[in-house]
């Protein structure tokens, strides 16, 4: 028994004024333990739909998602989020951020100190501890947002565009990062991305998705050896390769958004 | 242009009508019972403030003796019932707010009551006040409760309805439970909104705590300024005007230094 993650069956559909979307159809998807999965597709494919049905913020039409053998039913700190907008709360030190899920918990004060100042140390971020979020750069708050979900210890994260916010130089270093503590951690990871490249860089396995309805296109095994170089050839191949499975679905995303604004 | 030198330009304006003022007075052109001259409004301020008896050890401290004067006694007056209006008016709007903002059921059944006892001003309580209440502290701490409780309430439903549906999306990633999120996420996100509405209603307060003097009861400012008319004492009516301005400025003040220290981790304080 070593999945992590498994969905089975999964609609989802949304009433809109202008009839029904199906957000996502019929998604069968099996995560093992430790590995790291991207979700790649354009915007309106369902990824973060599907992220967030993983999450419990919103649940399937129908079928099932099964988390370490339990069904997700709502959100919880075994499955930590961190978010594109980062999602500190502002009126919180950096240091009460990271360790809010602890105190939650109902941990002892000194232990969840403990606990605070390592991840501030793995993050790089001890020199910061107590300052408030507006203080900082997106890519600070990033590193904010994932020591709060490391500090829950939870085995599985799930990322929705963490990285999208910010500027490439802080992305590449956000993503070694995350490299880092993922094979030191032996983290789940499921990772939203419309980033081709971001998605090489990072995963195991890249899931492609389709544009409306949302299934599942190609579920590619990417056996690059780590760390990754963007300059191999391999590397440009299977960029080249996604693209292709990419741009016929952005170009179907665009076609309906056309059609969307000429009909109204 | 440096803010220093703005400042004094702004201390200048004052000096330079306090000192047209003056001299309208000398050269006659307006009776002095009608707008006493600058100083003749000082030297009654100063009459006011001291204490009108000479000091007696056996009656009490030195402190005590301090603040036997009538204006301090008046703004102590004032003071206390903006004060207990205004708390009372406050603990009743903000959990009222809270479940209006936190839950849409609520905020149906009680809208429409609202909307029709909000548009009411608190002045127009005054005659009922007194039926029910009668003369003295009640009444107007009744009127100076309502005039806070509206503002305080609007602007915490509008607070709680504005919080950012991420942070509750994180609180709940986290693993936060119902009331958690209601002490440690939306209270607290809300609290911008929440001192807006404490600041504009301890200055409707202080608005309704004048006029509820005038009528109500028998000390404060505003009873003071009514009463010097009577007698026609302009000096000191307008002493007791100065002395309300420069209490609004002190609260207000004072609620600003509040806000600057409960949101320092907010975006774009005020000043």
């Known amino acids: ?264 | 242009m440096t803010e220093g030198s703005q400042r004094f330009k702004g201390v200048l304006l004052i000096l330079a009508i306090l000192g047209l003022w003056e001299t309208v007075g000398l050269l006659g052109w307006v009776n002095a019972k009608v707008l006493p001259p600058p100083h003749a409004v000082a030297i009654k301020w100063w009459e006011y403030l001291a204490p009108q008896q000479p000091y007696d050890p056996d009656s009490g401290s030195r402190l005590t003796w301090l603040l036997s004067g009538e204006l301090i006694q008046d703004a102590m007056g004032s003071l206390y019932r903006v004060l207990a209006g205004f708390i009372m008016g406050t603990l009743l709007a903000l959990p009222m707010g809270l479940l209006m903002g936190a839950s849409r059921q609520i905020h149906q059944l009680c809208n429409p009551l609202l909307q029709i006892l909000r548009p009411i001003p608190p002045i127009a309580y005054i005659p009922l006040s007194i039926l029910w209440f009668g003369l003295g502290n009640p009444p107007a701490i009744f009127l100076i409760a309502i005039g806070a409780f509206f503002p305080v309430l609007m602007n915490t439903i509008a607070g709680v309805q504005a919080v950012d549906g991420i942070f509750l999306r994180a609180a709940r990633n986290l693993g936060a439970s119902r009331s958690t999120i209601f002490l440690r996420v939306i209270l607290p996100a809300s609290t911008p909104y929440i001192l807006t509405g404490m600041r504009i209603g301890i200055g409707t307060a202080f608005i309704v705590v004048i006029v509820a003097e005038m009528i109500a009861v028998n000390n404060g400012l505003g009873f003071r300024i009514l009463e010097a008319r009577e007698y026609f004492w302009s000096d000191k009516i307008i002493a007791g005007m100065l002395t309300i301005g420069l209490i609004g400025l002190a609260i207000d003040q004072a609620m600003s230094l509040l806000n600057n220290h409960l949101l320092r981790w907010h975006r774009g304080l005020e000043h």
Request: neutral net charge.
């Open chain 1, 1 to 264: 028994m070593d999945s992590s993650i498994v969905i089975s069956g999964v609609n989802k559909t949304f009433p809109t004024p202008h009839g029904v979307v199906v957000a996502l159809q019929d998604i069968n998807l099996e995560i093992r333990k430790g590995e790291f999965v991207c979700l790649l597709g354009p915007s309106g494919c369902g990824k973060s739909t599907l992220l967030n049905a993983v999450a419990g913020f919103s649940l399937p039409s129908q079928g099932l998602i099964k988390v370490n053998g339990q069904a997700v039913t709502q959100p919880g700190p075994d499955r930590g989020m961190v978010f594109q907008e980062y999602a500190l709360f502002p009126w919180m030190t950096v240091a009460q951020n990271v360790g809010f899920g602890l105190e939650i918990k109902k941990l002892p004060k000194a232990d969840i100190r403990s606990r605070v100042d390592a991840l501030l140390k793995l993050l790089k971020l001890s020199e910061f501890s107590e300052r408030f979020p507006r203080d900082l750069s997106g890519g600070m708050r990033q590193r904010v947002a994932i020591a709060r979900i490391l500090a829950l210890d939870s085995p599985i994260l799930l990322m929705d565009e963490p990285f999208g916010a910010l500027d490439a130089l802080t992305r590449r270093s956000l993503q070694d990062e995350l490299l880092r503590i993922w094979s030191e951690l032996g983290k789940t990871v499921l990772f939203v991305t419309h980033s081709i490249e971001e998605s090489i860089f990072l995963a195991d396995r890249i899931v492609v998705m389709t544009y409306r309805p949302g299934t599942i296109k190609q579920d590619i095994r990417v056996t690059l050896p780590r760390p990754r170089d963007s300059a191999s050839p391999e590397f440009n191949k299977l960029k080249r390769d996604l693209s292709e499975l990419v741009s016929s679905e952005q170009a179907r995303h665009e076609d309906a958004e056309r059609r969307a604004l000429t009909t109204d």
